[in-house]
């Protein structure tokens, strides 16, 4: 499986981005996909997730700034973020889990958050 993350940048605090994950297979067989987090000098953290079923988790630190959503049939898993903060600066990753086969991770995209 191959992540491709896209849609990183600068951003305005209080402004919004969004993140594009595209899978190199069928995103259905896939039991859950989700975006992590990493800022300098911290560890990776979850930022949300979402099964193929659409069930969603989030990082109460995002929770009510941040939507997940999946595109079966683009292969594709996105990360809405509204209402940015600074503190949302950091290196985005995108994640999918086959239980029982693995785990994969995409490149980063880099989101700044200042003004």
């Known amino acids: 499986v191959q992540l491709q993350a896209s849609g990183g940048g600068l951003v305005q605090p209080g402004g919004s981005l969004g993140l594009s994950c595209a899978a190199s297979v069928s995103i259905s067989s896939i039991d859950y996909m989700g975006w992590y987090r990493q800022a300098p000098g911290k560890q990776r953290e979850l930022v949300a997730t979402?099964?193929?079923?659409?069930?969603?988790n989030y990082a109460d630190s995002v929770k009510g700034r941040f939507t997940i959503s999946r595109d079966n049939a683009k292969n594709t898993v996105y990360l809405q973020m509204n209402r940015v903060k600074p503190e949302d600066t950091a290196v985005y990753y995108c994640?999918?889990?086959?239980?029982?086969?693995?785990?994969?991770w995409g490149q980063g995209t880099q989101v700044t958050v200042s003004s």
């Open positions: 994640s999918a889990v086959r239980l029982g086969s693995g785990g994969y």
């Open positions: 979402i099964t193929n079923r659409g069930s969603t």
